[in-house]
Nanobody
Framework: QVQLVESGGGLVQPGGSLRLSCSASGTFFSINVMGWYRQAPGKQRELVAQIPMPSGGSTNYADSVKGRFTISRDSAKNRVYLQMNSLKPEDTAVYYC???????????????WGQGTQVTVSS
């Protein structure tokens, strides 16, 4: 199991910035990918950004956040960050951290989710 703990959400005015953090812990062999999803009221959960772990590969962003959000990692700490700039009211949602991990070298991949952190963009 991978336990994910998010922090950094809150209320911010349009045009402002927030930085989300997510730390992974628990029993696993490796984490292959970590990322951020979001879910607004009445909408489906959607991918925001993801990044390969522990190194290399390329990041992936939703079109709606490209150029404004940046995902980064600290692999030594099994941690990912989401720097969110130029925030818009439509970015308001609960943001969830996720991790795709393996329990053994040749084992299957399983996905874990954090509890979510609220981001509200409003004047």
């Amino acid at each position: 199991q991978v336990q994910l703990v998010e922090s950094g959400g809150g209320l911010v005015q349009p045009g402002g910035s927030l930085r989300l953090s997510c730390s992974a812990s628990g029993t696993f062999f490796s984490i292959n990918v970590m990322g951020w999803y979001r879910q607004a009221p009445g909408k489906q959960r959607e991918l925001v950004a993801q990044i390969p772990m522990p190194s290399g590969g390329s990041t992936n962003y939703a079109d709606s956040v490209k150029g404004r959000f940046t995902i980064s990692r600290d692999s030594a700490k099994n941690r990912v960050y989401l720097q969110m700039n130029s925030l818009k009211p439509e970015d308001t949602a609960v943001y969830y951290c996720n991790a795709d991990a393996k329990r053994a070298p040749l084992g299957s991949t399983f996905r874990s989710w954090g509890q979510g952190t609220q981001v509200t963009v409003s004047s």
